[in-house]
Every structure is written in C-alpha cells, then in structure tokens.
C-alpha cells in the first residue's frame, strides 16, 4: 500500500552540487508531477509528464530537469543547486490529466542548500 | 485569469467548536472541478475530497462537510466538533484552464484542547 515512495526525505546540500529525487509510484497511474513548497505558500508546478518518455514544463521549471524513463519513475535533478531552491519538494500523481482526476502526493523531500 | 482565493491565513478554535475554512474560486469556466487537501504537521498532503461545481449539494463525510454556492464561486469546508487532530494547513485547488492544480495559499487550523 504504498502509493506514492519519494527519496530521500531531507538532504542537504552545498551551492553548485548536483542530486537527483525519486518518485515513485504503485498504482499505475499515467501522470506525475514536482511541485515545490516554500514557506506560507501553496505548491507551485515544476515539471510534469502525462506518461512514459513524456515531460513538460510547468510554472516554475528553471533550474530543474526532469525524466520518464519508465512509467512508475519521475526523477528530478538539479544539475547546479543554489539557495533558491532550497524548499520542500513533492511528487503527485494521478490516474489520467483529466480536471476531475485527484493527484496523490508523496510525504515531500525536504531540501536545504547552503 | 482564475485565481483561488483562502481568505483565511490562520484560525484558532478550542476542541469541539465547528470552523468553516474559505475558498473562492474565480474563473470564466462553468464547469470546474476543486479539491480539498490537508497537511498535518508532519508535511504529508492527504486528499480529502473532490467537488464539481454543478452539484450545489452539500456532501458531509462524518465531521466534515463541505458547501459549494454557485453565485459566490464559493466552496466552504467545515469541520464539525474540531478535534485537535483536526490542526493542519488546508489547501483548496482547483484545476485551471490549462489542466494544472493550482493551490491557494492554504488556511492553517489550529485546534486547541
């Protein structure tokens, strides 16, 4: 009963190191999603991927890449950390894009850059 | 442009008081799906629920029950008989033209004993 599995949970970084986050998910779903949260606020949208070999853009997507390389898998990196995006960081996914479709969220990697 | 708006940046009750969280969702759509999340102190998000907006019907779940009016592009979320199990954030997100959840800046319940 997993769901949705991020890693790692906290990690901390120095400006210029590079790292990738997991997600992955059981449930067989077509589209996941990196959103980050920063203090007072909602998520926004890094990235996204409406299936396998697919990804796209959201609204705060520079400074991150991303890849689908399978179906269950949604990786994001940052090739270059700076202290801007020292946030917490969540995978969604949903069973299709439809706007009735629920996204189910991982617990969040909590990420500091210093 | 739609924009989602949770008026409500805090609200603290006592135990066993009801709180009603706001949302409005303001949008050209007429049809429109929202969603209603919470996240504990811990940070994990947990879906709650899903409203259309062409159900007015009030839909309750045990001690939460949420209230969707059409002319105000409101949807209200209330907690009955708060426990404090019942502190967290709440966020409401509806999806927008584009197909993408956007959150509001979430309402933090504090529910104190």
């Known amino acids: 009963n997993a769901g949705v599995t991020q890693t790692p949970k906290f990690r901390v970084l120095k400006t210029g190191q590079s790292m990738t986050l997991l997600c992955a998910q059981d449930?067989?779903?077509?589209?996941m999603y990196w959103y980050r949260q920063d203090p007072g606020m909602g998520l926004r949208l890094i990235h996204y991927?409406?299936?396998?070999?697919?990804?796209a853009k959201g609204e705060v997507p520079d400074g991150y890449n991303v890849s689908r390389l399978k179906k269950q898998n949604f990786l994001l990196g940052l090739e270059s950390a700076a202290p801007s995006q020292t946030s917490v960081y969540f995978c969604?996914?949903?069973?299709?894009?439809?706007?009735?479709?629920?996204?189910?969220f991982g617990d969040g990697t909590r990420l500091s850059i210093l | 442009a739609q924009k989602v708006t949770q008026a409500q940046t805090e609200i603290s009750v006592v135990e066993k008081e009801d709180v009603t969280l706001d949302c409005v969702y303001e949008?050209?759509?007429?049809?429109?799906?929202l969603f209603w999340y919470k996240q504990p102190p811990s940070g994990e998000l947990v879906f709650l629920i899903r409203r259309n907006s062409f159900d007015e019907q009030n839909e309750i779940s045990g001690r939460y029950s949420w209230n969707f009016q059409k002319s105000t592009s409101s949807f209200n979320f209330t907690i009955t008989a708060s426990q404090v199990v019942d502190s967290a954030v709440y966020f409401c997100a509806p999806y927008n033209q584009g197909g993408k959840l956007i959150f509001g800046q979430g309402t933090e319940l504090s529910v104190k004993p």
């Open positions: 969604a996914s949903s069973f299709l894009g439809g706007r009735n479709q629920p996204q189910h």
């Open positions: 991927s409406v299936g396998e070999g697919t990804t």
């Open positions: 949008t050209r759509d007429t049809t429109y799906y």
């Open positions: 449930m067989n779903h077509e589209y």
